[in-house]
Each structure stands twice: as C-alpha cells, then as structure tokens.
C-alpha cells in the first residue's frame, strides 16, 4: 500500500509519485496515511519533499482532533528537545489554515506568529488565521 511505500527508506525515489496519489485520493487516505505524513512533515530528512507532503496533508486532512495538536506544536515551536526550521513551522501553518473552523480554537495561539520577525512565518500564520476565519463566515 502507499503508505508503506513512504515508510520504506529504500523506495525513497517513490515518495513523491506516491504523495501525489495519498493527495488524489483525499480523505479517504486519512486515516492510513495521516500519521506518516505528519511525521514526514516534521523529518529534517525529508525536507525536500516538504511541499508535496504539505499538499498531501491537505488534501487528506487527517482527524482535526489528532493532527491539529502536531501541527500547532510544529508551527509553534513548543517542543524543547527539538528545533523546527521555518519552512516546517510555514508548512504546518499551511496545513492548519486548511482544516479552517475546525481550528478555530488556535486563532489566539497563532496570533503572535504574525508579528514574527521571520517573514515566512508572520505571512503564513495571517494567512492561516484568515482562512480559519473566513471559513467561519
């Protein structure tokens, strides 16, 4: 199955043809592929396949309630024993502004990232709060 084929280190050359079809698919790959694709979002290892990951993400949209948690950690950099980059905390900020009102408890968490001194993240974070926002009217 496809979500194997991203565990396995060996097929790595496969993960982008195979996150495109977990984002074909859509929620019906949730509940298989929702964890291995918060994990590969949050792995410095597969950076380069952050973009493809992040679509998949949304696409999929795993339970709120399980990935939401993941997500605002990543985004928010909450986590002491380890150190997202930018463009990990964006990609989750992406990610968190897709499930729109069902983050609506997180606008007041994320409202600081928008006076973020790092552009990406300031910019994402309005960004996600504005979709959160906007799916609520």
Known sequence: DLV???KDPSRSSNHGTTL?????????????????LIAMLSDPDQSKLQRQVTEALKAVK????????TLTE???NIDPNVKYDTPTQAAALTVIGAY??????????????????????????????????????
């Open 74 to 76: 990543i985004a928010l």
């Open 20 to 36: 495109a079809a977990i984002a074909k698919i859509g929620p019906g790959a949730a509940e298989s592929a929702g964890t291995t």
């Open 62 to 69: 795993p339970k709120a309630e399980t990935t939401l948690p």
């Open 100 to 137: 729109g009102p069902e983050a609506a408890s997180l606008v007041g968490r994320l409202t600081p990232l928008t006076q973020s001194t790092d552009r990406l993240i300031s910019m994402r974070a309005k960004i996600a709060i504005d979709q959160i926002r906007e799916s609520q009217r």
């Open 4 to 6: 194997r084929v991203l």
